[in-house]
């Protein structure tokens, strides 16, 4: 246990342990719905890599983790040799490279193969909002300040900044539904307008259904 703790904590496992912690306090944030597993899909492109086609969450998390590993059974092994001095930084170096070759090579094997399970889709963004019906989330709604839950597509809800111009014909307060109709970029924040529900049509009543005529039994 104590050569496993040494290990963990010398040159070069120390930097993907460090890295793995970040890695799965990410994931644990994905569980509890604070962060989306797509929020560095438009920020990296991993395709130059060999290693795109999946989520880049994904994709660098598998990495870490074998890095890790592999950094780890260099390190113990390199313990266990008693080398000191120059011959051991540069082993520590060779170390390093040797665990993020070896993570890149079982990443990209592994991208290779499922790579097909994974929708080429873009990236949600948050103009997917823009025309849909929010829910107010604090008292007022003013030109600095104000937040709202809206619903996705696909169900999911999120919490947005939004703004009301000023002067405002009707308030908006907590509870009050509002319409998203556009999106600051500078700010990043919605403009709402207060909105009715009772003039949404919804959607159109289905046809009445023609009664089938019988056809009377003839008696004998």
Do not use: K, N
Request: proline letters at 7%.
């Amino acid at each position: 246990m104590q050569e496993f703790l040494t290990a963990t904590q010398s040159f070069p496992t120390v930097l993907f342990s460090a890295a793995l912690v970040v890695v799965i306090a990410f994931w644990l944030l994905v569980l509890a719905g604070a962060a989306d597993h797509h929020s560095f899909d438009a920020d990296l492109d991993t395709g130059l890599a060999g290693i795109g086609g999946v989520p880049v969450t994904v994709s660098v998390s598998v990495m870490v983790a074998v890095g890790w590993f592999s950094a780890l059974t260099g390190s113990v092994l390199l313990h266990r040799g008693h080398t000191t001095g120059t011959v051991r930084a540069a082993l520590a170096c060779g170390i390093l490279v040797g665990a993020l070759l070896i993570a890149w090579a079982v990443v990209r094997l592994l991208v290779r193969h499922f790579r097909r399970f994974f929708a080429d889709q873009p990236p949600p963004s948050r103009q997917d909002f823009l025309g849909r019906v929010c829910t107010i989330r604090t008292g007022s709604v003013g030109t600095d300040f104000g937040q709202a839950e809206v619903a996705a597509a696909d169900g999911s809800t999120a919490i947005v900044q939004v703004r009301q111009l000023a002067p405002a014909d009707d308030a908006l307060s907590a509870g009050s539904p509002g319409l998203l109709y556009a999106y600051d970029e500078a700010g990043e924040f919605f403009w709402v307008s207060p909105y009715d529900r009772a003039l949404d049509p919804g959607p159109p009543p289905a046809p009445p259904r023609t009664p089938r005529r019988t056809r009377p039994r003839r008696t004998a």
